[in-house]
């Protein structure tokens, strides 16, 4: 576990993560990255860090993992159902790092 960093056209997911599928030979082949909402001060509370770029893509920050096998699979259907009352909110950041808005 760890931060994830993924540049993005559109912030706001259609699922409440980010997931692309990749290949490395010398990972093994097929893998997929992951990245989930961040925990706030409750399990209630998810977001994701998002900072604008000067070419209107968005860099999307959140929970990050390299997974493969089966175990995507079984953790996206965990995470929609983990996820399916939970609002996901963005924190918009500056160059700095401060938050500027929350959505």
Same mark, same amino acid.
């Given at each position: 576990?760890? $931060?994830?960093?993924?540049?993005?056209?559109?912030?706001? %997911?259609?699922?409440?993560? =980010?997931?692309?599928?990749? &290949?490395?030979?010398? &990972?093994?082949?097929?893998? /997929?990255? %992951?990245? @989930?909402?961040? =925990?706030? /001060?409750?399990?209630? *509370? !998810?977001? &994701?860090?998002?900072?604008?770029?000067?070419?209107?893509?968005? @860099? %999307?920050?959140?929970?990050?993992?390299?997974?493969?096998?089966?175990?995507?699979? *079984? !953790?996206?259907?965990?995470? !929609?159902?983990?996820?399916? $009352?939970?609002?996901?909110?963005?924190? &918009?950041?500056?160059? $700095?790092?401060?938050?500027?808005?929350? *959505?």
């Amino acid at each position: 576990m760890g $931060n994830g960093t993924a540049v993005v056209k559109d912030y706001k %997911l259609k699922q409440p993560y =980010y997931c692309a599928k990749d &290949f490395d030979a010398k &990972f093994g082949g097929d893998f /997929w990255f %992951l990245i @989930e909402p961040l =925990y706030g /001060w409750s399990e209630e *509370e !998810r977001f &994701f860090y998002v900072r604008e770029l000067d070419d209107g893509k968005y @860099e %999307l920050t959140g929970e990050g993992y390299v997974v493969s096998g089966k175990r995507p699979v *079984e !953790r996206l259907k965990e995470l !929609r159902e983990e996820l399916i $009352n939970i609002k996901i909110q963005y924190v &918009f950041l500056d160059e $700095n790092g401060s938050e500027v808005r929350r *959505e």
